[in-house]
């Protein structure tokens, strides 16, 4: 962020471009008062030296400003020369609030200065070069300025440039330095500047501190992040600064630290709490961030509101998040209740896959394999539970009968994945069907894929030794000698209890996959395959992460893949913008499957930010299912429509309304807007047929549109 800058005759004062800064009291606040007093723990943040060092610089520049050079001191009992020439420039444009902001800024400098009865009246600087100074200031040109005073003091030998202009130009190229290291994401950089230039470090400066706390929570200094948000939350007035700096902080900070800082909330001007407006996405974000770590507890006020949003606002996403964060928890019956909620209103391969470990902890892998078969390929991880689910079906105890069909979708999908697990629970389920040929094929090929897979070692001999071939059992013995006991005493003879008795599952086989040693679960998926516990909230393939998305990161350097579910996650913390940059990204990809969602992506990000015609742009950069295309259509003409009307262009409204007709049925909310379309161009028997139809349906609002109607047929019975 730049803050303008307004160059007059002979000064140059900093125009704070938010509102509400420009208070004389805040512009009072400098450095030296702030750091010394105010905030020490924002002087402590960038460790004891600085800190000094800041103070020091603060005292100093007072002390300076209000100790005028020696040469040019003016009697004791003479006022300080101020250059009020600043306060002409404000009165002469009208603007009180700089002029009183300026007013502020020269009593800080000068205590004893006594400001004029009359501003319009401080005559101008004569002197055209230095005005010209300022004005190339004021642009941002500060390299230009460094020519233009090294020019003149060549060509007037002893001129000195005024002391006011090179601090405010070291300044300001101090702040230039640390927004580009910020931008380039040069974190150490921006650490630096701020230590060596701590005048930046004020309210005036919010932008700068933002960046700062930024660089330290980049860097793993959490504590040092507090401090610089805690400053702005404890000194800085200007309400949406307050409401952005908590936002940000609850970006990059942990739960902990977040409370702490909410704890300084204030009421607003309306006597509401300043981060009401934001308290929903909090909780959004505090119930994630302890679905990332099982060990954090989130205050029950957040689990509580997000419940109540799940009610009102039917969301999916909301159910999935108290979903996941239950499951972590090994709450699986509350986990459970979350999972098909949000499955009943968005079937997505995240509701399904975590519906379906529910399933398996409490013994139901039959509807495991069910709910979850459709999404197997949503992600690695949806695929290693779908074959834990799998697995556990056929290790159920008395055997479950299965269909042909299911039978030979899951054989199909263990030779795909090559999983040793499942081809082991087949070989047992086989041999309990009677079939010991199957078994023995389906023993061979776990041991292929897992040569030290013992209960498939097993498995083989036993069923080797029961179809007479003895010495293929024999040569397992050999092969396991010293590895398994039960393999060497093999063909001993069985215990009385068990004599008799075929060696089948219930004494002989693997115990079945139970969720706490094979299932994948949120801690145990990412130790067996690497990847992370959880898949998106939509068939869209997105991953989650520790930490997801939160940080801020170029999408230009990640691969296309890794664009694209970035971009989904930046869906999900509801950051379009950014989400559209990184699903870009993601259209450079070979791959036409991905080219095609990151373009529906883009298409949905761009809607939901209220970009309507580039949505539609990017819903062409790659071709589209008929399904998708229709719901795009759906949605740009939606958007068309509602602001055609409140841009009072009622002709184009029912043009795209009509157009959305043709592609899907309309819905009642769309067609009180087709009535009222008709009512502001008082077509009054069109608009009163439309809204008896939409009434029909108990739609309030088309009962007020007809109510509407009659009262203006009143007004205009010719019509």
């Not at 079937?347 to 709910?371: C, F, M, N, W, Y």
């Not at 071939?469 to 005493?489: P, V």
């Not at 589209?624 to 740009?636: D, G, K, M, Y």
């Amino acid at each position: 962020m730049k803050f303008p800058v307004i160059a007059f005759a002979g000064v140059t004062a900093t125009v704070i471009g938010i509102a509400g800064l420009a208070d004389g009291d805040q512009l009072r606040k400098g450095f030296g008062d702030l750091m010394a007093s105010a905030a020490p723990e924002l002087a402590a943040t960038f460790g004891n030296d600085s800190g000094k060092a800041a103070r020091e610089t603060g005292s100093r520049e007072v002390a300076q400003a209000q100790t005028p050079p020696q040469a040019d001191a003016p009697p004791a009992d003479e006022p300080p020369a101020v250059d009020e020439s600043a306060l002409r420039y404000f009165a002469s444009q009208g603007d009180t609030a700089r002029l009183q902001a300026e007013i502020s800024r020269l009593r800080a400098l000068y205590p004893n200065w006594t400001p004029p009865q009359d501003p319009l009246a401080v005559p101008r600087n004569k002197d055209i070069q230095l005005e010209s100074m300022w004005q190339l200031y004021s642009e941002s040109r500060y390299a230009e300025v460094r020519r233009a005073i090294a020019d003149r003091q060549t060509r007037e030998a002893g001129w000195q440039p005024p002391a006011d202009l090179l601090e405010r130009l070291d300044v300001a190229e101090a702040r230039a330095r640390l927004i580009n290291a910020s931008d380039l994401k040069q974190h150490e950089t921006v650490i630096q500047v701020g230590a060596n230039t701590p005048i930046l470090l004020t309210c005036s400066e919010v932008d700068v501190l933002w960046r700062v706390a930024e660089a330290f929570a980049a860097t793993k200094r959490d504590g040092r992040a507090r401090d610089a948000y805690l400053y702005i939350l404890k000194n800085c007035d200007s309400e949406p600064e307050r409401l952005a700096t908590l936002q940000k902080a609850a970006a990059a900070l942990p739960y902990a630290i977040v409370q702490e800082l909410l704890s300084y909330e204030r009421p607003n001007a309306s006597g509401a709490l300043e981060f009401e407006s934001i308290r929903d996405d909090l909780s959004r974000r505090f119930v994630a961030e302890g679905e990332d770590d099982a060990t954090l507890t989130v205050d029950p006020k957040y689990l509580q509101r997000l419940e109540r949003l799940v009610e009102t606002q039917r969301m999916a996403s909301d159910a999935l998040l108290l979903g996941w964060y239950q499951l972590r928890r090994k709450n699986m019956s509350a986990a459970e209740q979350w999972f098909r909620r949000a499955r009943d209103k968005q079937d997505s391969a995240s509701a399904s896959q975590g519906l379906a470990l529910t399933l398996i902890d409490r013994k139901a892998p039959e509807e495991a394999e069910k709910v979850l078969y459709r999404w197997r390929e949503a992600s690695a991880d949806a695929h290693a539970t779908y074959m834990a689910a799998t697995a556990n079906l056929l290790a159920i105890e008395p055997p479950v009968a299965l269909a042909g069909e299911v039978l030979q979708r899951i054989a199909q999908e263990t030779m795909k994945a090559r999983d040793p697990a499942t081809a082991q629970q087949f070989g047992w389920y086989a041999r309990t069907l009677g079939q010991p040929q199957t078994a023995l094929q389906w023993f061979s090929t776990a041991l292929r894929w897992k040569p030290d897979d013992e209960p498939s070692a097993y498995g083989l001999a036993i069923t080797r030794q029961q179809l007479g071939d003895t010495a293929g059992a024999a040569e397992i013995q050999r092969l396991w000698a010293g590895r398994s006991e039960r393999i060497a005493r093999l063909g001993e003879p069985e215990k009385p209890a068990e004599a008799g008795q075929v060696p089948g599952p219930a004494a002989q086989r693997a115990q079945p996959i139970a969720p706490e040693s094979r299932r994948p679960a949120v801690d145990v998926v990412r130790r067996q395959t690497g990847l992370p516990a959880r898949v998106g909230t939509s068939p869209r393939q997105l991953v989650r992460r520790p930490l997801g998305c939160r940080e801020t990161l170029d999408p230009n350097r990640l691969p296309p893949q890794a664009a694209l579910a970035r971009g989904w996650c930046l869906m999900d913390m509801n950051r379009p913008l950014e989400a559209a940059g990184a699903f870009e990204v993601a259209l450079r990809a070979s791959a036409s499957a991905v080219r095609e969602d990151a373009a529906y992506g883009q298409s949905l990000a761009y809607l939901r930010a209220g970009l309507t015609g580039k949505a539609a742009v990017a819903a062409t950069k790659s071709p589209q299912s008929r399904a998708r295309v229709a719901e795009l259509q759906t949605a740009i003409l939606t958007d068309r429509a509602i602001a055609a009307f409140d841009a009072g262009r009622y002709r184009e409204t029912l043009i795209f309304l009509d157009q959305l007709r043709r592609i899907s049925s309309e819905r009642t909310d769309l067609m009180v807007l087709r009535g009222y379309a008709h009512l502001r161009l008082n077509r009054f028997a069109e608009a009163k047929r439309i809204f008896e139809a939409a009434a029909a349906t108990g739609n309030r609002d088309a009962r007020r549109g007809l109510a509407d109607v009659n009262r203006e047929q009143e007004v205009w019975p010719n019509k």
